[in-house]
């Protein structure tokens, strides 16, 4: 199908388009990589009259470390992040979902910041977010603004973001000593979507007792969650006797990742069998993860 008609321009400078934002307001969408909007458009389930296309700030693509951990732009591509060795040192799970990302020509084009905003329940970024306590930073032309991870995510396509604001930057804190991350998903075969994917990061103290815990789940529910329940069984519980990792702490653990989520039901799969996915991946990536910080 063909989109409707609209105005396009393509600002240079976060600032430009922060201002083209906020004069054409709810008539504009910002275009990142595209993946997701434009199919959109063409099948009329959106139609801006405005399209403000990100693509030429050059100042938005970017991975550095900052304070330890990374700042990373808003508009850097899913192939950097898979193959940045700095992603890969400061924050492993990252550039591991990064790579199961659709398909290559996915992975050359779209955004993390593109992903991020748009927060369709079955993207992988976003539970990788949550996993990781992830801060993200928006621009608009009041200013800038800091969004937790846990307070983005907030139901099926919608996300904390103000009608003015743009996604400009992701910052990802320091990892703790003894801290492993590890991302894993049951994909679609076609579109490569998480029908479940479950992110982990897991800080032990030097005798293998877990200090902190954060488990991300998507796809299961209509918008990433955190699996409080698993974090809180994980806690305070001894998960190494040496080089022994325990699974039945592990095992308890992860058949509560699912607990809370509002389990989606569709052509992929019935909720039951989501259910018995999230149990499976978070076993799966906690474990991983154990295996990494120690």
Not at 51 to 63: F, T
Not at 99 to 121: E, F, K, Q, W, Y
Not at 172 to 198: D, M, Q
Not at 228 to 237: D, I, K, P, V, W
């Amino acid at each position: 199908m063909v989109t409707s008609s609209f105005d396009y321009h393509a600002p240079t400078s976060v600032a430009e388009a922060a201002e083209l934002l906020t004069r054409f307001g709810d008539s504009a969408k910002l275009l990142a990589g595209g993946h997701s909007l434009v199919p959109m458009m063409k099948s009329r389930l959106a139609e801006p009259k405005v399209l403000i296309d990100l693509g030429r700030i050059e100042s938005m693509a970017y991975i550095r470390e900052a304070d330890g951990g990374l700042a990373i732009g808003a508009m850097t591509k899913y192939v950097d992040l898979e193959t940045s060795d700095l992603v890969k040192s400061k924050a492993p799970a990252l550039a591991q979902a990064a790579g199961m990302i659709a398909d290559p020509l996915v992975r050359n084009m779209g955004t993390i910041g593109g992903s991020l905003a748009h927060a369709d329940p079955a993207a992988d970024l976003p539970a990788v977010m949550l996993a990781l306590g992830a801060r993200l930073i928006t621009s608009s032309t009041g200013g800038h603004r800091t969004i937790e991870a846990d307070d983005f995510f907030v139901d099926l396509l919608t996300t904390g973001l103000r009608p003015d604001e743009i996604l400009s930057e992701i910052a990802i804190p320091a990892l703790l000593p003894r801290t492993g991350t590890a991302y894993a998903k049951f994909g679609n075969k076609a579109s490569h979507f998480a029908i479940v994917g479950v992110a982990a990061s897991v800080t032990l103290s030097p005798d293998g007792t877990c200090e902190a815990a954060r488990v991300g789940v998507t796809g299961a529910g209509p918008k990433a969650t955190r699996a409080t329940e698993t974090e809180a069984l994980l806690n305070g519980h001894r998960l190494l006797h040496g080089d022994q990792i325990d699974e039945d702490v592990i095992e308890a653990a992860a058949a509560r990742a699912g607990a809370g989520v509002d389990l989606q039901e569709d052509i992929h799969a019935s909720a039951e069998y989501r259910a018995h996915l999230t149990t499976v991946f978070a076993k799966r990536v906690i474990r991983e993860a154990v295996s990494r910080a120690k």
